[in-house]
């Protein structure tokens, strides 16, 4: 186990609904998110002294929330990034408090997703004004190739290709995601869909329909991690970090793919840092968070963290495996693909309630850990969850992760 | 074939790195940066050789023939410099001249000339510059050149 297995906790999550649009500033919901994730804690705002976020120039700083809030920080930094940014700035926090820089630590990302800065882009309506090709985006966007689904999509194409996977496979994704999100009151996209659904959504992007494509909201969401003993104090069941990597890089990540197999993605080079941090094996998973910006997103990295071979996860889907009460229940909130979209940091959020045995679903009394674990009356607490892996992407070349457990474990 | 692309929609900005790669393109040659000290090949033009970390650098004027490795149709336009464009496919060619003794390869991408009935997997391609309303921006794109014996089409 690694040096600092358990010694740091999650203690406290909150969010914002996700809203479409939500006509707030980045900074009026990043406090909301805060505020709830104190209130989640039980910490008030004089016991938080440290604060970081992620952000790809549209959100607010934390020195801003803080000050808004009345916390005085003795540590804040805001970093650029996305998705994997979360697992990412989990490890920096372990590192802060590791070593005294600050005690509690508060992370947010905050985001009008949807009626801001849009991640795939601005629909073109209407006179636009000429976009301004600088740095990568001078050799990429006269190809017209400037969005996630597009850069990913190509690796997605040449992966059905070496494996003879179809898209059939993408389909159980959406479709295990949906059912989750089917469980969640806090969801956009709450009605169930088939595998057929999914085949006949139209295209964004071939190989990429309109089902294997996240959503855009507008949210905020926040997450607090301290030190053990201090988590012993505090209103929830700790969530202990076992273990995680954070920006895991692959070999020659520039965009344009020169790498000789272009879907063998970051997780390949982190998968072995994770678990041998964690002490733990696959079988010891319960659930598993997986980014899914993509159904592809969270295919191929079930390949490169080890849940399955190479060319496999097409077999390994099938049959609803990723859906609750099977054998790797995924994105149990409904993920981006039909949540809500947060840059990953809702995976985790989720990961923490399930752990806690708190999901917020719709048993009256699952604020006290009570479930019915019946999925007709909108249960979506996993049974004997005790641990879980929160695998994030970023590209194919960056990915960060974490494994978890509660205090059953 | 695709519609065309309005690239008065798109302000390129070269900068120190790259300035000499667009000065190639006008003059319709497909650069890759090499290295002075050990010969390797590589694109982007970053600026070290991520072989031998060398900052002398030259440029490699390659034959502008590569193999589509991948490629996607993009159906939705995201730029309003691609409205007219759509359905157009974005290949990723893999350069014939770039391959070096350790494995290590050159991947460039484009907008084919071809559409998506005629693309596929293993095709070769010859680059085509196409000249834009800025005189000193010419854009490489790239046209099916031949045929392949191992090609594989994506048929959903």
Request: with cysteine.
């Amino acid at each position: 186990m690694g040096a600092l297995t358990d010694k740091y906790c999650i203690v406290g999550v909150g969010e914002t609904p996700h809203m479409r649009p939500s006509n707030r500033t980045t900074f009026s919901m990043a406090c909301e998110a805060v505020k709830k994730a104190m209130a989640d804690a039980g910490l008030e705002p004089r016991e938080i002294d440290g604060m970081t976020s992620y952000q790809a120039g549209d959100s607010t700083s934390s020195s801003h929330v803080a000050t808004a809030l009345g916390i005085r920080l003795n540590y804040s930094l805001d970093i650029v990034g996305g998705g994997s940014s979360t697992e990412a700035l989990v490890a920096h926090a372990i590192g802060l408090l590791e070593a005294g820089y600050c005690k509690v630590i508060v992370i947010f990302r905050s985001m009008n997703g949807r009626s801001g800065r849009r991640m795939g882009g601005q629909a073109p309506s209407g006179p636009v004004p000429p976009v301004r090709a600088e740095g990568d985006a001078q050799f990429y966007m006269h190809w017209g190739w400037t969005s996630p689904a597009q850069w990913f999509g190509m690796s997605a194409m040449r992966y059905l290709r070496d494996t003879g996977t179809t898209t059939k496979a993408f389909a159980e994704v959406a479709v295990a995601h949906r059912y989750h999100a089917s469980l969640n009151p806090k969801a956009i996209m709450r009605t169930p869909i088939t595998i057929e659904d999914h085949q006949r959504s139209r295209w964004v992007v071939k190989p990429f329909r309109l089902l294997d494509c996240c959503l855009e909201t507008d949210v905020a969401a926040a997450l607090i991690v301290t030190s053990r003993e201090r988590a012993y104090d505090l209103r929830q069941p700790p969530v202990f970090i076992m273990g995680g990597t954070a920006r895991t890089m692959a070999p020659n990540s520039a965009w344009n793919y020169s790498r000789p197999e272009i879907h063998y993605v970051a997780g390949n080079y982190g998968r072995n840092r994770l678990f041998g941090m964690a002490g733990i094996s696959h079988k010891d998973i319960d659930l598993i968070s997986c980014y899914d910006a993509f159904t592809f997103t969270t295919l191929i990295q079930l390949e490169a963290y080890g849940f399955c071979g190479k060319g496999e996860a097409g077999e390994f889907v099938k049959g609803g495996r990723l859906q609750i009460d099977h054998e790797l229940p995924c994105n149990l909130s409904g993920g981006h693909l039909s949540e809500g979209y947060t840059h990953g940091i809702s995976m985790v959020i989720e990961n923490v309630r399930q752990l806690r045995h708190r999901v917020d679903d719709a048993c009256p009394g699952w604020a006290e850990g009570k479930h019915t674990y019946d999925r007709a009356a909108g249960c979506r607490q996993v049974k004997h969850a005790r641990i879980a892996a929160c695998l994030g992407w970023g590209t194919e070349t960056t990915s960060s992760s974490l494994i978890l457990r509660g205090i059953s474990a | 074939m695709p519609g065309p692309i309005d690239y008065s929609k798109i302000t390129i900005v070269p900068d120190f790195d790259t300035a000499e790669w667009w000065a190639g393109t006008k003059q319709h040659k497909y650069l890759v940066r090499q290295c002075k000290a050990c010969g390797h090949k590589w694109f982007p033009p970053f600026p070290a050789c991520n072989k031998c970390t060398s900052m002398e650098l030259t440029w490699y004027e390659t034959a502008g023939r590569g193999v589509i490795h991948s490629y996607v149709v993009v159906t939705q336009p995201i730029l309003s410099a691609f409205v007219e464009a759509v359905p157009y496919v974005v290949a990723l060619i893999e350069l014939d001249d770039c391959h070096e003794a350790d494995g290590s390869l050159v991947r460039v991408a484009g907008v084919l000339l071809n559409d998506e009935a005629e693309v596929a997997i293993g095709l070769p391609v010859t680059v085509v510059f196409e000249h834009t309303p800025d005189p000193n921006i010419v854009i490489p794109r790239w046209r099916i050149s031949g045929t392949a014996e191992d090609t594989w089409k994506f048929t959903e």
